[in-house]
């Protein structure tokens, strides 16, 4: 019986998630505050159901690490960017928007920490990386969600394009590994 091949599907996991993350950050970082116009459909398609469908077939491979990491993500920008569009929908005041997106941000902040910790199993450098950099990222978020502070907003952002860049990378080395 031929046994069946598989691609690493952590390369369209990573690049959703980059993809996105850069585009959200350059919003928060106020390169660009236009782009989370962008963001929010990528964070609906490419960020959360690509790299939501990326997460199935880990499972299919077996990598309970990676399923989770990518599921996990991908039903997060889903869900950010259903709640950024509930109060223009009707579905929400734009007052409960804060406290809403506070309490994500923890909850987010909480499963990236223990991600991170998971993360030092893999022994690969980028993972551990991508993974800490996530964490400092939620809770930066967390911080500016919770001060207002748009100063930490934009320190959020810079590193929020350093973890999209490294995420990135992480997608090019799994498509380059494919050529080894």
Same mark, same amino acid.
Do not use: C, R
């Given at each position: 019986?031929?046994?069946?091949? +598989?691609?690493?599907?952590?390369?369209?996991?990573?690049?959703? +998630? !980059?993809?996105?993350?850069?585009?959200?950050?350059?919003?928060?970082?106020?390169?660009?505050?236009?782009?989370?116009?962008?963001?929010?459909?990528?964070?609906?398609?490419?960020?959360?159901?690509?790299?939501?469908?990326?997460?199935?077939?880990?499972?299919?491979?077996?990598?309970?690490?990676?399923?989770?990491?990518?599921?996990?993500?991908?039903?997060?920008?889903?869900?950010?960017?259903?709640?950024?569009?509930?109060?223009?929908?009707?579905?929400?005041?734009?007052?409960?928007?804060?406290?809403?997106?506070?309490?994500?941000?923890?909850?987010?902040?909480?499963?990236?920490?223990?991600?991170?910790?998971?993360?030092?199993?893999?022994?690969?450098?980028?993972?551990?990386?991508?993974?800490?950099?996530?964490?400092?990222?939620?809770?930066?978020?967390?911080?500016?969600?919770?001060?207002?502070?748009?100063?930490?907003?934009?320190?959020?952002?810079?590193?929020?394009?350093?973890?999209?860049?490294?995420?990135?990378?992480?997608?090019?080395? !799994?498509?380059?590994?494919? +050529?080894?």
């Amino acid at each position: 019986m031929k046994e069946e091949k +598989f691609s690493n599907p952590g390369a369209v996991g990573l690049g959703g +998630f !980059a993809l996105t993350t850069f585009i959200l950050n350059v919003a928060n970082a106020g390169l660009v505050p236009q782009a989370l116009l962008a963001a929010l459909p990528l964070g609906i398609f490419y960020g959360g159901l690509a790299q939501f469908i990326a997460g199935l077939f880990e499972f299919k491979t077996g990598n309970t690490f990676g399923m989770t990491a990518f599921t996990g993500y991908g039903a997060f920008w889903m869900a950010f960017s259903f709640l950024m569009y509930a109060p223009a929908l009707h579905l929400m005041s734009g007052n409960d928007l804060g406290p809403i997106l506070g309490i994500t941000f923890v909850s987010w902040t909480i499963f990236s920490a223990i991600m991170s910790i998971i993360s030092f199993k893999t022994h690969d450098k980028t993972t551990i990386s991508i993974f800490i950099l996530v964490f400092f990222l939620f809770l930066l978020l967390d911080i500016a969600q919770y001060t207002g502070n748009k100063v930490v907003t934009t320190i959020a952002g810079y590193e929020g394009i350093a973890t999209a860049l490294l995420a990135w990378y992480g997608m090019y080395l !799994a498509i380059k590994s494919q +050529f080894n």
